[in-house]
């Protein structure tokens, strides 16, 4: 059994403590993609040159998108193998995060991608993908103890817990909370309202509260 959350520092952090993914892996082709945009914008409209300019990045685009879909495939399918149970936070809760970085990092990873990935290999291999869609403070929650900090922000990466002294990864701890609110769900087996009403009961609840 798992809990994966989106990480901040990698792109994947599992509750067992590993974290996979950097997303510097793919900055170096990003830093190219800007520097051949940089250069179709100077070319003249309707020049050869500007033709030639425009397939470059093209073909920049298509290798990022290639490159972060094979990498999503090795590690959805890996994690899959290597797990019956896996509890992840569904797209909505992620997309409540209403900040700026974060906005960034959910869209460069492409957490609904990687999810869905999980949804059809669980299926193919007979595992069980829980979906958690209610928000739920799990970064800000102690694992150990159950204590919820105020607020954490987004560039804190270790806490220490005041009530119980553990020293908690920030997105390490997130997963180990995702895994236990997962497998409370699947035990309750959810309350059987449609993800959509769900999830917009949960944008009520955490209004003015975007440091989860
Ligand atoms: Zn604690």
């Known amino acids: 059994m798992v809990g994966l959350d989106l990480g901040i520092k990698s792109m994947v952090a599992l509750s067992t403590g590993e974290q996979v993914g950097n997303p510097t892996y793919f900055a170096r082709d990003e830093k190219k993609l800007a520097k051949a945009q940089r250069r179709l914008a100077k070319k003249k409209r309707g020049s050869k040159n500007r033709a030639k300019a425009r397939l470059k990045v093209a073909k920049i685009h298509a290798r990022i998108a290639d490159q972060r879909r094979d990498y999503q495939h090795k590690l959805s399918t890996r994690i899959v193998h290597e797990n019956q149970v896996m509890c992840v936070e569904s797209l909505a809760v992620k997309n409540m995060v209403k900040n700026h970085c974060l906005a960034k990092a959910i869209s460069d990873v492409g957490w609904g991608e990687f999810v869905r990935q999980l949804d059809y290999k669980a299926r193919w291999y007979g595992r069980t993908l829980v979906k958690i869609d209610r928000w739920y403070p799990s970064s800000k929650t102690c694992h150990a103890c159950k204590h919820v900090l105020d607020a954490l922000p987004l560039d804190i990466r270790e806490w220490v817990c005041p ?49 989860s």
């Open 163 to 211: 009530a119980c002294g553990v020293v908690h990864d920030r997105d390490t701890n997130a997963a180990k909370n995702i895994l236990t609110e997962g497998l409370s769900v699947a035990a309750c087996g959810g309350n059987g309202r449609p993800a959509v009403a769900r999830a917009r009961q949960a944008v009520a609840s955490e209004a003015g509260n975007a440091s």
